[in-house]
């Protein structure tokens, strides 16, 4: 079913149309529908290949499982050589899984495939698709938008705020690298018929327990397990895939690694995805890993920061950082959903008057915490304890930046003595919020 929104028109840009739509039974899956249409401009946008026809469908089931909804902005105006208004100029896409907040899994609004072409750009466009976006998500009742950025200077400016991070490793499996905990369970190659559903049953026991870990679309787990490739939804024959089984015989977490080839020296494993359920299946893993014969380094791009595994080796000098990054950034869209569903530690009173340009959220509010469970009202008399603003308080809400990191920082002002601190501790996590799921 299409929706058309009014033209979307700019003092630059006045014909631009904006369409919305979710991608239904009937959709055209041919080189000609508008669906491939839109696949191609976002292709354009992140600079990848034209689309194979052949491809279409199993990209048409793939979003119409994550039940996506995908906008467009078309220009009536283009040349008669370009791209023909049936091809968007920007592209925009939504879906909604749940992220895990410690309390419960909380459905929060998804933002993805956002781009805009070079020859439309500072028209207003993303702006006006976002913000419309953004009050459209609050109108339904999600209380949180969350997207992964590929740039990190964009999302600002609409009021979210960097709350995960991960962590890119090297360790060197030669002679010297070992895991010196006790061995538990068994860890088998899988045979690739089964490594969709296994990779996808590990990953919600991992979710069920992993604070900050947000439900994956259709194709991850196709990637992960070699069925679809990077750049193609084909098979990756270079893919193999471990699952680490209990003492009991149950799957509780699985690896992914591909050969980063011979010519690449020191010989190198890339691990694509490391899903444990468990501490004692993550360090199984390793150990895997680490057996692998001829196989002299092995390189992953999505560790925690807190990671445990230099703590279980012998030499922990195998070990080394080589980066950091930001994967899951937060808008709050109801500040009272939002903070009276996700878990605390401790008890505590704090009133937190949040700052927000785009008046989505702006207001004072009073968060009551007992034996780490939250109330928040909406007030509007009392003295703010702490005023923030909204990016804030979406690196805050997760715990992966303490209050006091943030009053550094100048997004957060304590106006009374040991605020910070009251946060940090309410906030604070004894692990890291983690999130090894991009979009």
């Known amino acids: 079913m299409s929706q058309y929104t009014a033209p979307a028109q700019t003092a630059h840009q006045p014909d631009l149309r904006t369409e919305i739509f979710t991608p239904g039974a009937d959709e055209d899956a041919t080189p000609e529908g508008r669906f491939a249409k839109w696949l191609d401009s976002e292709s354009i946008g992140f600079h990848e290949g034209t689309l194979d026809p052949e491809d279409i ?223 004692s299946a993550y360090l199984e893993l390793w150990r895997y890993l680490g057996s692998l014969d001829l196989v002299e380094r092995i390189t992953w791009d999505s560790a925690r920061r807190d990671d445990a595994l230099p703590w279980a080796l012998r030499d922990r000098r195998c070990y080394q950082v080589k980066g950091a990054d930001d994967v899951l950034w937060v808008r709050l869209l109801d500040v009272p959903v939002a903070l009276g569903t996700r878990s605390y530690r401790g008890s505590g009173r704090i009133v937190l008057e949040v700052l927000d340009d785009h008046g989505l959220v702006d207001g004072t509010y009073a968060l009551t915490v007992v034996d780490g469970v939250g109330e928040v009202e909406r007030v509007g008399a009392l003295t703010p304890d702490v005023t923030l603003t909204v990016n804030a308080l979406g690196s805050l809400y997760l715990g992966g930046v303490p209050a006091s990191t943030l009053a550094a920082a100048g997004g957060l002002t304590a106006h009374t003595d040991g605020a910070a601190g009251v946060l940090d501790t309410l906030f604070g996590r004894t692990q890291d919020p983690y999130c090894i799921t991009y979009f």
Request: proline share 5%; no cysteine.
């Open 57 to 279: 469908p199993r990209y048409l089931t793939a979003y119409q499982a994550d039940q996506r909804v995908l906008w467009g902005v078309h220009d009536s105006a283009q040349p008669a050589e370009a791209l023909g208004a049936d091809h968007p100029v920007a592209t925009y896409g939504t879906m909604v899984h749940p992220l895990n907040v410690g309390g419960a899994q909380l459905d929060v609004h998804q933002i993805t495939a956002v781009t805009v072409r070079p020859s439309h750009r500072r028209n207003g466009i993303l702006r006006s698709m976002m913000m419309s976006d953004l009050r459209g998500a609050k109108e339904r009742g999600l209380p949180l938008a969350i997207l992964t950025a590929s740039e990190a200077t964009i999302y600002g400016r609409f009021g979210f705020g960097a709350a995960t991070f991960t962590q890119s490793v090297e360790a060197d499996v030669r002679e010297r690298f070992e895991v010196t905990a006790p061995r538990t369970g068994t860890t088998a190659l899988i045979a690739r018929e089964h490594a969709v559903n296994l990779a996808e049953s590990i990953f919600e026991r991992f979710q069920a327990g992993t604070f900050g870990s947000v439900g994956r679309q259709y194709a991850v787990a196709r990637r992960i397990a070699g069925v679809w490739g990077r750049e193609r939804p084909v098979e990756d024959r270079a893919v193999r895939m471990a699952v680490h089984y209990d003492a009991a015989g149950e799957p509780a977490g699985f690896v992914s690694y591909r050969f980063a080839g011979w010519e690449t020296t020191p010989y190198t494993m890339k691990v694509v995805d490391l899903v444990a359920s468990t501490p």
